[in-house]
Nanobody, 127 residues
Framework: QVQLVESGGGLVQPGGSLRLSCATS????????MGWFRQAPGKEREFVAA????????YYADLVKGRFAISRDNAKNTVWMQMNSLKPEDTAVYYC????????????????????WGQGTQVTVSS
């Protein structure tokens, strides 16, 4: 079993920054591809960013490309997402997700591909 715990959310003004963290436990972090998703009220959960096991592969949704950056440290069992130039439309609950894979370069934006999910952390962008 894998546990994922997100942190780092909060209230920020438009144009501001936040850094989300996702701590993993229960299995060696280097065995998962990781992703971040978000869900705004009344909307479906949507893909934000993904990273491969070896950090070589990263992929972003068009809406966040150039503003968000995903990274990981397998020795610390942690994945981060640096969010810059935040906009009110970035307001959502942000979830990290883990996909067990033997392919070190694999990453995916497909929500249904992920095996484990965290409980989420709220990000609110408002003046």
């Amino acid at each position: 079993q894998v546990q994922l715990v997100e942190s780092g959310g909060g209230l920020v003004q438009p144009g501001g920054s936040l850094r989300l963290s996702c701590a993993t436990s229960g299995r060696t972090a280097s065995t998962y591809a990781m992703g971040w998703f978000r869900q705004a009220p009344g909307k479906e959960r949507e893909f934000v960013a993904a990273i491969s096991r070896n950090s070589v592969g990263t992929y972003y949704a068009d809406l966040v490309k150039g503003r968000f950056a995903i990274s990981r440290d397998n020795a610390k069992n942690t994945v981060w997402m640096q969010m810059n130039s935040l906009k009110p439309e970035d307001t959502a609950v942000y979830y990290c997700a883990a996909k067990i894979t033997f392919n070190s370069g694999y990453y995916t934006s497909e929500r249904q591909s992920y095996d484990y999910w965290g409980q989420g952390t709220q990000v609110t962008v408002s003046s």
